[in-house]
């Protein structure tokens, strides 16, 4: 089985463990801050009730539908026999119990996948949130560093500007010296303002995953700690085999092929017949009550419960429920080409990955390299100038 070495940084392109201070705001905190108060996390939560609510919607069409009706009031008016005003009443209701739809099933399944793509949308936002923060928290150490080496190297080369500046005053050397030291200071200006800019847009997005206020005046908190690179050894086939399988993109997009294929269901039951038991009544307290314009007694209203079944088909379909089923239908069939592009990228993206990992640690090994080589030539050249043997020009 093949081995790579990989590491986790930036946008988990390398590693970077974190050795965090006393004061600021640690990659812990953040990470917790972000998980309790970031705004996107919030509404993910909310369209997860929002989901649940949408299921018990889709269920109830399996449940009894059951109604009462309550009709009163006070009739006045004179009549022989009978006082000039009095209160009146009567009871209705009924009772609906679905006994066979073919939209029952795929319904209670679409319900339930509503609430795994909400869970899935959710996962979705927290990895999402989390890695904007810790990115923010990564890039916010990186340019402070940055921004401390430029100025270290701005006051170097500042002091070689002003021993150049008296070696010209003295007539021990010429101008170009003192401008090429001038000209190598400045330009280091720009890229020092560029670290410090980066390094405040990186506390903004730090805020902004918090939660935090944004308002003007406000000050982000900083990150505390420290970066240092370390490599880890990762088997690329076990993680590719993971990923297809944990990845919470790729489960939504499985839930979201079965959400379609549900919903094709859900139409095609328009194909089949429905059957519902059904019962009704009245209730009047009262008798010897006639229908209107009528004086026989057989037609007196009088309680009665009524109870039968209530059988609809759709035997002649005018194009609606087909039409509504293919294009369906063809929905489903777009997702189901999304999934397996999703899967069929997970194995290129990670060996680009690799790739990146390996030039990226190439890389920090010939930083490292050159840079212990620089100070150790620093630090000759300080020796030297100490004993009289250089001038602060080899500093340049």
Known sequence: MKSIRLAFALGGASFLSILSGAQGVTLEKLLQTTLDKNPAIAQAKARLEEAAGERLILRSIMWPDAKVLVPGGVQGGHRAGESTTKVFGFARGSFIQPLFNAAVPPSRRRGDVDLLIAEQQLNITVVEQLHAARLAFYTEL???????????????????????????????????????????????????????????????KMAEAM???????????????????????????????????????????????????????????????????TVSGEYIPVSGIHRQDSTRRTEDISSEIRAGAVYTWRVVDNGKVAGAASKQRAAREMNELTCRKLEANVGRELLRIHNDLERIEDQQKSLAAASEAAEQSAHVVEQNLAGGIASQRCHL
């Open 211 to 277: 939660g935090d206020d944004l308002a003007p005046g406000a000050s982000p908190a900083r990150a505390e700690g420290e970066l240092q690179f370390a490599p880890m050894i990762v088997d690329l086939n076990a993680e590719t085999v993971a990923a297809l399988k944990g990845r919470a993109d790729l489960k939504l997009a499985r839930l979201l092929v079965r959400a379609a294929n549900e919903d094709e269901r859900i139409i095609e039951a328009g194909y089949y017949p429905a059957i519902a038991a």
């Open 142 to 204: 990186y340019n402070r560093e940055l921004q401390s080496i430029r100025e270290d190297q701005r006051q170097r080369l500042e002091q070689t500007v002003a021993s150049q500046k008296d070696r010209y005053e003295a007539g021990l050397t010429d101008r170009s010296a003192l401008t090429s030291a001038t000209v190598q200071a400045r330009e280091l200006d720009s890229q020092i303002e560029s670290a410090h800019r980066a390094s405040v847009a990186a506390q903004l």
